[in-house]
């Protein structure tokens, strides 16, 4: 890119990580588009987003420039190293799928994951994700406090996709170790230690998922995995296991640290704004205009990854073949053209456009719903049965995991009354 008067940023700088936001509101006084020159260019100008979001032809989902699929080996551009790849020799052979595919590969996953996960069938799970949320408070409730993450914004999600996808819930903690290197492969930065880790995740959740997924196909359930194997789609056969592994480990990541993050990212607002917290105590019909704006003003996915096929230029900045370029969904929420004073926190505000927080275009959020329903029943469970709630600060870190693109607090210690 040559384009002297765009913005560069820096998203490793801890600062950054901090607080985005700073960095979004300097590029839209530029035209919405910059550049990280350690990474590529970031675009953070809604309507920029939302057209480059739908030309797959140019900016591709499918970064790796090796030719294999997604082997979670962080967006560093450095080879991956010998006695990585060796840990990698073990895995099932890995194929582009659904999050790193492009059409029309990319059409034909989703519509299978469309049926598995329809807002109809992620409804009727609403009893289930209910009791798991009760069941979680009844463990903190009669104590006055409860470490948020661990103890409830961690389990919850985790143990959804666990009953989902029909797995042992006894294996939920080896599922968010797996599910949180992935998605530092997926889109931070790597060391060569760090790829070694995310490597051996990558075996033992194929040696994990492979055997499973061979008794689904002999013996369906109506768990979601035996729905992916099982169900055809216009006519073409199911899914091999190949592409199945790599979309349930995208289900696995996704559908876990960030509706975790989500979670606590809202309750930071809700602590720093007590008239809202009773609001919507009182009136828990507010609660999803409270979600969703919490995935407008501080969304836990922050951005993903599209590498261009060719060369293009948007709002007058070159982008060259083979760039890595970073939609930021959370600087696209944070567009003052498109939502009035984007850093006011209002939950009665009217919004003509969607928010990005999940995302835009064929690949928007395909757990959107689901997110959507865990963490409204994770409001009204709290505020139902939780008076008082403040945070216990000697206890909080409220600095943020070392991400850019997931943004969620370290530590969130709270105290309560039992109502
Ligand atoms: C608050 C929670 C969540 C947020 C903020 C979120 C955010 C996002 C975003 C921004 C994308 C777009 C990626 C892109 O275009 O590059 C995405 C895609 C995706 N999400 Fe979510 N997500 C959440 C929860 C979930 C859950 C619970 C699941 C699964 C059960 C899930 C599964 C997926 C999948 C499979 C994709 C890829 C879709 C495709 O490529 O077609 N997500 N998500």
Known sequence: MTDKTSTDINLSDPQH??????????LHQTGGVGRDPNIGVVVAGYDTLAALAKNTEVYSSSITEDGHGPR?????????????????????????????????????????????????????LEPQIRAITNDLIDAFITRGSVDLLPEFAVPLPVTVIADILGVDRADIWTFKHWG???????????????????????VELHEYFVPRIEERRQNPTDDLLSIMINTEVDGEPPLTTAELLP??????????????????????????????????????????AMVEEALRWDPPIQCTFRRATRGDTLEGADVAEGDMVVPLWAGANWDPAVFADPERFDIDR?????????????????GAELARIETRIAFEALLDRLD????????????HLPSFASHGYRRVSLNFVKR
């Open 388 to 399: 008082q709630i403040t945070l216990n600060e000697d206890e909080s870190d409220l600095s």
């Open 180 to 202: 949180d290197l992935m998605i530092s492969g997926n889109i931070d930065m790597l060391s060569h230690e760090r790829r070694r880790e995310v490597a051996k995740a990558v």
């Open 17 to 26: 990580i901090e607080c985005p936001y700073h960095a979004y509101q300097a």
């Open 72 to 124: 979670h080996m962080g967006i560093n551009p450095e080879p991956v190293q010998d006695d990585v790849e060796e840990i990698l020799s073990h895995a099932h052979p890995i194929v582009n799928a659904l999050f790193t595919a492009d059409p029309p590969v990319h059409t034909r996953h989703r519509k299978l994951i469309a049926k598995a996960l329809s807002p109809r069938s992620v409804r009727a």
């Open 247 to 288: 979309i349930i480990d995208q289900i696995l990541l996704a559908g876990h640290e960030t509706t975790t993050n989500l979670i606590a990212n809202a309750m930071l607002v809700l602590l720093n704004d007590p008239d809202l917290m009773r609001r919507l105590r009182d009136n828990p019909s507010d609660i999803p």
């Open 350 to 366: 009217s919004m003509a456009k969607p928010h990005m927080g999940f995302g835009f275009g064929p690949h928007f959020c395909a």
